[in-house]
């Protein structure tokens, strides 16, 4: 301890000594606890490692989702418009108005499918090329595949939707979205059961972490009633098993982090590859920075509400004889 | 200080540990509590440290009925009280600055007035050379001391003690007792349950003898009056 002058010993008021008190006891008791940790650090370690990964479960899984959506939602943007032309619009005006289409700003290309190649691609794919004989027309209009640009906002693409709508030639226009908002739904109800499932995790970690305290204080029963036979409160011999709890929770957030984070390091240089593969550069996204807040605080709230529940439930019990 | 009105305590199972005991301690007085294992000595301590709460009757501490001090209140209550324990009750995880440490760092005290007090309760006892060990290296006298020391770090006005001498040779058992007189001396009442007759004889203080829960003997002034001749005596020798 650094030297106090004395005047300033005599000058520092009582209540002041009392918190400075306070808190050194609250520091030292947090201290101590950690300290007791590190005497059994296999144990120690166990208890923290199940932590971390019950933490680390739903952590990795929210990632993968996580992911899953920036991937769909890149999709929305390079999704084709189908332009159905009116059936008298002619081959020549259809592959002018393409042209026109194709030199939008919002548009990166445009394909015109004429009639007859549709219904030979139909003939061939459909099985009904026996059938399709009998017809004397072609029924299939001439049809524009319009990709729009890659800067498009969704905003934008509803504005594009409905401007080819408008055009006189075109009967109408398709967007095959439905997979994606299915494919959305089904990330919706993912994340919804992980949820859930990190709920159930969360109970199972109250539960761990309180049976390991059940047991420390079963182990210091001697401790605890000599300390509340001198005069120790409820509050005070529970204090050091809630900061037992607080560091449990604490150090299995954070090595959840790390489990998190190793496994999208390893996962970093295939994800690459494929998107390589896919001529798309996809940023894998990890876990930001309240995505890691919320994991730690988790750790440290449920390691002190299981430690909590032990230290009320047993401690009680624990009376001087 | 203590006013023993009355008291009955029943264990479960019917047996009476102590039936209708009154006693009076005042201020300032070392009494000796004796009697067989069984008359009740334990149980009159235990009920003066609210370990155990009596079946009928009033313990009045130091003004306080402890039939209105709550379970909350009980910590506290205890704080007031300086315990000895025959088997020393001492925290083996600790070193005996730590142990001694403890009820002030219950109370909440400074780190650095906590220290102070610890090193002139260690003074008493003559430990204060091995503040730094830990209980296990220390003898069992040695052991008792750092316990006493506890027991007096945050100066109760009331000791209690159970049998402080009981794991004692001779010697240590006197060394104690003279630590007792002390305290003693400078005002601090002192109930020590005791079965070693030829010890507290030395010491000539009152002394009350338990039976089957009753008061048997309550031998008083005389004692205490043999008892100051006997350390003028000893004062001149030294």
């Known amino acids: 301890m650094a030297a106090i002058k004395t005047s300033d010993a005599l000058a520092a008021p009582r209540k002041t000594g009392r918190i400075s008190g306070w808190f050194v006891l609250h520091l030292s008791t947090a201290v101590a606890a950690l300290g007791r940790l590190s005497r059994q650090p296999f144990a120690s370690l166990m208890t923290v490692l199940v932590i971390a990964v019950t933490l680390a479960l739903p952590a990795a899984m929210h990632v993968v989702i996580k992911n899953a959506q920036s991937i769909s939602a890149s999709w929305d943007n390079a999704l084709d418009f189908s332009v159905y032309l009116h059936t008298e619009v002619t081959l020549e005006q259809a592959s002018k108005l393409a042209d026109i289409v194709a030199q939008r700003a919002d548009v990166e290309n445009v394909t015109l499918i004429p009639a007859d190649e549709a219904l030979a691609e139909f003939r061939e794919q459909s099985g009904f090329g026996d059938a399709l004989d009998y017809l004397t027309d072609n029924p299939l209009p001439h049809t524009l595949v319009v990709r729009p640009g890659s800067a498009n906002t969704e905003v934008s693409m509803g504005l594009l939707n409905e401007e080819l709508g408008n055009l006189p030639e075109a009967d109408f226009v398709q967007v095959d979205t439905e997979w994606v908002q299915r494919f959305h739904a089904i990330l919706n109800i993912l994340e919804r059961a992980i949820m859930m499932g990190a709920g159930l995790l969360g109970v199972a970690i109250i539960v761990i972490i309180g049976n390991t305290i059940r047991l420390d204080i079963q182990n210091r029963r001697e401790e605890i009633e000599v300390t509340k036979l001198i005069g120790a409160s409820n509050a005070f011999v529970r204090r050091p098993f809630l900061y037992i709890g607080l560091w449990y929770g604490l150090g299995g957030g954070l090595l959840a982090l790390a489990l998190v984070g190793y496994g999208m390091y390893a996962l970093a240089e295939p994800v690459s590859r494929l998107s390589g593969l896919y001529e798309s550069a996809f940023d894998v996204l990890s876990l930001d920075f309240p995505e890691s807040l919320i994991i730690i605080g988790s750790g440290i709230a449920l390691g002190l509400v299981g430690s909590w529940i032990a230290a009320a439930r047993h401690m009680r019990r624990i009376e001087p004889r | ?238």
């Open chain 2, 1 to 238: 200080m203590i006013r023993i009105e009355e008291v009955t305590k029943r264990y479960p199972g019917g047996h009476d540990a102590l039936r209708g005991l009154t006693l009076h301690v005042d201020k300032g007085e070392m009494v000796f509590v004796t009697g067989h294992s069984g008359a009740g000595k334990s149980t009159l301590l235990r009920l003066i440290a609210l370990i155990d709460r009596p079946t009928n009757g009033q313990v009045i501490v130091d003004g306080q009925n402890t039939r209105k001090i709550t379970r909350r209140r009980i910590p506290a209550y205890r704080r007031q009280i300086g315990m000895v324990f025959q088997d020393h009750k001492l925290l083996y995880d600790r070193p005996v600055f730590d142990n001694v440490a403890l009820p002030l760092v219950i109370a909440g005290i400074g780190h650095r007035e906590a220290a102070r007090k610890v090193r002139a309760a260690l003074d008493q006892v003559s430990l204060l050379h091995k503040e730094k060990q830990f209980p296990e290296t220390l003898s069992s006298g040695e052991q008792q001391r750092v316990g006493i020391a506890r027991a007096i770090v945050s100066r109760p006005k009331l000791l209690i003690a159970d049998e402080p001498t009981g794991n004692l040779d001779p010697d240590l058992s006197l060394e104690v007792m003279r630590i007792f007189r002390r305290f003693n001396e400078v005002g601090v009442t002192l109930l020590i349950a005791s079965h070693d007759i030829a010890l507290i004889d030395q010491l000539g203080c009152r002394r009350i003898a338990l039976a089957d829960g009753q008061l048997q003997v309550d031998e008083e002034e005389d004692v205490v009056a043999e008892y100051a001749e006997r350390l003028e005596a000893e004062r001149g020798q030294d």
